[in-house]
């Protein structure tokens, strides 16, 4: 399985970016899919995650209200929509998801600053 991971980029404080991670592989036999992020000098955390069959949803307290994890099953395709950006969103966010194994797609560097 591959997960393809874009849409970062530089935005200012408040802004809006929308990242998306495409599945080789229908999103149904990947139980779980999420985002996490890694900010420089700190470990890499969950951002947001998203059951695949019946779309639950858990976020991160520091991003609740703010970031919308969402689905597209045709496209198999997992969206995190980011409003209200702070310059403490700044991080590498990667695509992750588990099915038979453990995946992890390739990081897309987020900044916020203004």
């Known amino acids: 399985v591959q997960l393809q991971a874009s849409g970062g980029g530089l935005v200012q404080p408040g802004g809006s970016l929308r990242l998306s991670c495409a599945a080789s592989?229908?999103?149904?036999?990947?139980?779980?899919m999420a985002w996490y992020r890694q900010a420089p000098g700190k470990l890499r955390a969950l951002v947001a995650e998203i059951v695949t069959y019946g779309g639950n949803t858990n976020y991160a307290d520091s991003v609740k209200g703010r970031f919308t994890i969402s689905r597209d099953i045709a496209k198999n395709t997992v969206y995190l929509q980011m409003n209200s950006l702070k310059p403490e969103d700044t991080a590498v966010y990667y695509c992750y998801a588990v099915g038979a194994g453990i995946y992890w797609g390739a990081g897309t560097l987020v900044t916020v600053s203004s």
């Open positions: 592989t229908n999103i149904f036999s990947l139980r779980r």
